[in-house]
């Protein structure tokens, strides 16, 4: 499927835009920013011509003195990125630059493991690190609040869901406790799920309709947990910035350019009804 660059580089003007929404529940910052941001050379270290952020070097490229929203996190966030995943492509990076004081990305993973487990696992206290997948013994936002009361560092796998139930049997999982998403709405991601997914044990059609990108997974934990510790709502919904900003151009190009839609739709598999 076409990554999102094809869409937001797309000639549309600002004004042929059609409202989007699918976000209004959220309290996020203006996306006027976004809107006039030029194409630019990344001022990171690979040279290469971005617009908004560079995956890569994890870096804003906005106009002079603009600025990324700055999201405060409840834990810190540490993302281990598979090297199947494409940074540009992988909404992880949306995490770590929006909240760049809180989250982190190890990639690529599991290579990155023992420099991971050096800085962060080894040594720490007993629960204080703990690992957001589900099972049966994971811990909703309120048990982590009630049951890990020291809990710093919470470990998310940016890996497909195939991949990731491999990944797990890495060792420096094996003692972790493990936490869990609260029920919410369905994700608005505008990938699919990849065919061998589909088919795999893990990958029942309920499992399809429960699934969300990384950074829907992060603003729905840190948002719960948020809350059981008695914190307002929408704390943390910048989060979702760039992603609510980035469906509205990719949801303009299914509604209004017929010829790329009919491409979305043969690919998709009607998983883009939601968006
Ligand atoms: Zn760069």
């Given at each position: 499927?076409?990554?999102?660059?094809?869409?937001?580089?797309?000639?549309?003007?600002?004004?042929?835009?059609?409202?989007?929404?699918?976000?209004?529940?959220?309290?996020?910052?203006?996306?006027?920013?976004?809107?006039?941001?030029?194409?630019?050379?990344?001022?990171?270290?690979?040279?290469?011509?971005?617009?908004?952020?560079?995956?890569?070097?994890?870096?804003?490229?906005?106009?002079?003195?603009?600025?990324?929203?700055?999201?405060?996190?409840?834990?810190?966030?540490?993302?281990?990125?598979?090297?199947?995943?494409?940074?540009?492509?992988?909404?992880?990076?949306?995490?770590?630059l929006?909240?760049?004081?809180?989250?982190?990305?190890?990639?690529?993973?599991?290579?990155?493991?023992?420099?991971?487990?050096?800085?962060?696992?080894?040594?720490a206290?007993?629960?204080?690190?703990?690992?957001?997948?589900?099972?049966?013994?994971?811990?909703?936002p309120?048990?982590?609040?009630?049951?890990l009361?020291?809990?710093?560092?919470?470990?998310?796998?940016?890996?497909?869901?195939?991949?990731?139930?491999?990944?797990?049997?890495?060792?420096?999982?094996?003692?972790?406790?493990?936490?869990?998403?609260?029920?919410?709405?369905?994700?608005?991601?505008?990938?699919?799920?990849?065919?061998?997914?589909?088919?795999?044990?893990?990958?029942?059609?309920?499992?399809?309709?429960?699934?969300?990108?990384?950074?829907?997974?992060?603003?729905?934990?840190?948002?719960?947990?948020?809350?059981?510790?008695?914190k307002?709502?929408?704390?943390?919904?910048?989060?979702?910035?760039?992603?609510?900003?980035?469906?509205?151009?990719?949801?303009?190009?299914?509604?209004?350019?017929?010829?790329?839609?009919?491409?979305?739709?043969?690919?998709?598999?009607?998983?883009?009804?939601?968006?």
């Open positions: 499927m076409a990554g999102p660059d094809e869409f937001v580089e797309s000639s549309t003007t600002e004004e042929q835009l059609t409202e989007d929404n699918s976000f209004q529940n959220l309290s996020l910052s203006p996306h006027d920013v976004l809107k006039k941001a030029p194409r630019t050379t990344c001022t990171g270290t690979c040279g290469k011509k971005r617009r908004y952020y560079c995956a890569e070097c994890l870096v804003p490229l906005l106009p002079t003195l603009e600025q990324f929203p700055s999201v405060e996190l409840p834990v810190q966030i540490h993302i281990l990125q598979s090297y199947a995943e494409v940074p540009q492509r992988s909404t992880a990076q949306h995490v770590a929006l909240a760049p004081d809180y989250a982190h990305i190890w990639r690529p993973f599991p290579e990155c493991v023992p420099e991971f487990e050096q800085r962060v696992t080894k040594g206290k007993t629960g204080t690190v703990a690992l957001l997948f589900p099972g049966d013994e994971a811990l909703s309120e048990q982590a609040v009630a049951q009361p020291n809990l710093e560092h919470v470990i998310v796998l940016d890996a497909s869901w195939t991949k990731s139930t491999v990944l797990l049997c890495e060792p420096i999982f094996k003692e972790l406790p493990r936490l869990t998403l609260p029920a919410g709405a369905r994700s608005r991601f505008w990938r699919y799920a990849p065919k061998r997914s589909e088919q795999s044990e893990f990958f029942s059609p309920d499992k399809v309709e429960s699934l969300v990108s990384t950074v829907e997974a992060v603003h729905r934990f840190c948002e719960a947990y948020n809350i059981a510790l008695g307002s709502s929408g704390l943390c919904d910048n989060l979702l910035w760039l992603f609510a900003f980035l469906h509205g151009r990719v949801k303009n190009v299914y509604d209004n350019a017929p010829q790329k839609r009919r491409r979305l739709m043969s690919k998709s598999k009607g998983m883009l009804d939601h968006l």
